[in-house]
């Protein structure tokens, strides 16, 4: 049993590092703790029922750390859980605020903090708290979206539809350079408005329909080409992107999705140019969960790009 609540799993015997799972090595954050990663939860749904989604992702952050338990550690990276923001009685924008400062605090404390949604709204406060953490420093961002939707919606009142529109407007007011790639992209899930908004922010997206494993090694290079030219990359994926087979346990599943066998892939390429500062994983519901299948599949990326960016960033 882990010293934190939430974590609990198998434990294998003898207990010593080559057994170790991580409910055995997650702890708190401590002041004087050594770089490492550091899970955030964002129990929040608020954006997804004003967007007329499927309600249920604010019970996201809980399953995904039921999940994440039973995995091995791969390494000896430090890893923490820094507890979970809750939105109540609807304050989406305090809730992201409070998620924001949280974050930064992490960021500024040197580790890769990864957020465990929650709707994809948990997008609009991981850039807040991203932004927060450069204050004056001027890198060139880019933010990468595995997704089915552009989430580039200009509405009344802030919404899982809208955080990277407003990730783009906030960049642009404090004079940061952002630039927005998106992967998966739907075209039977976006209107005609979301196409023409993203052509003129330049956003750089590529359909799900050209992302085939024969497609895969252009738009590695791509990826790779486009990269280059950041210092600084922020990582989110909604599971919605991926097939409904894979994922049906989203708030609006996808007709085709995007593979496993690409997905992994191009989150391998981020985690490997060592410029990765954040990630976060939104739009799992677990009451809409078929064996906790979807829940597995966002653990196991969660997993993958964990020890991966631990590893670049020790080269």
Not at 72 to 93: I, M, W
Not at 178 to 193: F, H, Q
Not at 229 to 236: F, R, S
Request: glycine share 8%.
């Amino acid at each position: 049993m882990s010293a934190v609540e939430g974590w609990s799993g198998r434990v294998d015997l003898p207990e010593e590092a080559s057994t170790r799972r991580w409910h055995q090595w997650v702890r708190a954050p401590q002041a004087d703790g050594a770089p490492g990663v550091a899970v955030l939860g964002f129990a929040c749904d608020e954006g997804v029922r004003r967007n007329h989604g499927r309600t249920g992702a604010a019970e996201g952050p809980a399953a995904l750390r039921k999940m994440l338990s039973n995995l091995p550690v791969l390494d000896d990276a430090p890893l923490y859980d820094a507890g979970t923001v809750a939105c109540t009685d609807g304050d989406l924008e305090g809730a992201q605020l409070l998620y924001a400062k949280t974050l930064a605090a992490l960021l500024d404390a040197g580790h890769l903090p990864i957020g465990l949604g929650g709707g994809h709204e948990i997008a609009f406060a991981s850039w807040l708290g991203l932004a927060r953490h450069l204050g004056e420093a001027r890198p060139r961002v880019a933010i990468v979206n595995i997704d089915a939707h552009f989430d580039l919606r200009r509405q009344e009142q802030a919404s899982s539809g809208t955080p990277f529109l407003q990730a783009i407007e906030d960049a642009r007011k404090r004079g940061l350079s952002l630039e927005y790639l998106v992967y998966g992209i739907s075209a039977a899930s976006n209107t005609r408005v979301l196409f023409d908004t993203a052509d003129a922010l330049g956003v750089h997206y590529v359909r799900d329909d050209e992302l085939g494993l024969l497609d895969l090694p252009q738009r590695l290079a791509e990826l790779k080409e486009k990269l280059a030219d950041v210092d600084a990359i922020y990582l989110t994926i909604d599971i919605d992107g991926l097939p409904h087979a894979v994922a049906p346990g989203v708030s609006a599943p996808a007709a085709r999705g995007v593979p496993m066998e690409v997905v992994e892939p191009l989150l391998d390429a981020i985690t490997a140019t060592g410029k990765l500062k954040l990630m976060d994983v939104a739009e799992l519901s677990p009451p809409l969960d078929r064996d906790n299948v979807t829940a597995r599949v966002a653990a196991r990326l969660i997993h993958r790009v964990a020890h991966a960016a631990m590893r670049a960033s020790r080269r």
